[in-house]
Nanobody, 120 residues
């Protein structure tokens, strides 16, 4: 299973970004896809998850209303739409997959290399 993130960058406070995560090497529809982030000196935080089979979503309280996870099944790609970005959103963002419906990092088996988001 391979996951490749893209779409990170530097943005001003209040700005928007769309992160992408393309999955290959597995049957896409069997997975829960999650987005996580980790800032320097902080623990990895799960921010959003989507169950690809039925589109159910789940968000961490800290991002609810500002971040939206979506999927394009034809492209085996999951997106994280990020609006009203704040300095505290600055982190490396990773996508990961799990066979469980979860936002606990320990439940996720495969991880991408991450894409950096910087808000200033």
């Amino acid at each position: 299973v391979q996951l490749v993130e893209s779409g990170g960058g530097s943005v001003q406070v209040g700005g928007s970004l769309r992160l992408s995560c393309k999955m290959s090497g597995a049957t896409y529809m069997r997975w829960c896809m999650g987005w996580f982030r980790q800032a320097p000196g902080k623990e990895c935080e799960g921010v959003a998850a989507i169950y690809v089979g039925n589109g159910d979503t789940y968000y961490a309280a800290s991002v609810k209303g500002r971040l939206t996870i979506s999927q394009d099944n034809a492209k085996n790609t999951v997106y994280l739409h990020m609006n009203d970005l704040k300095p505290e959103d600055t982190a490396m963002y990773y996508c990961a997959t799990s066979r469980l419906w979860s936002l606990e990092s320990t439940d996720f088996d495969y991880w991408g290399r991450g894409t950096q988001v910087t808000v200033s």
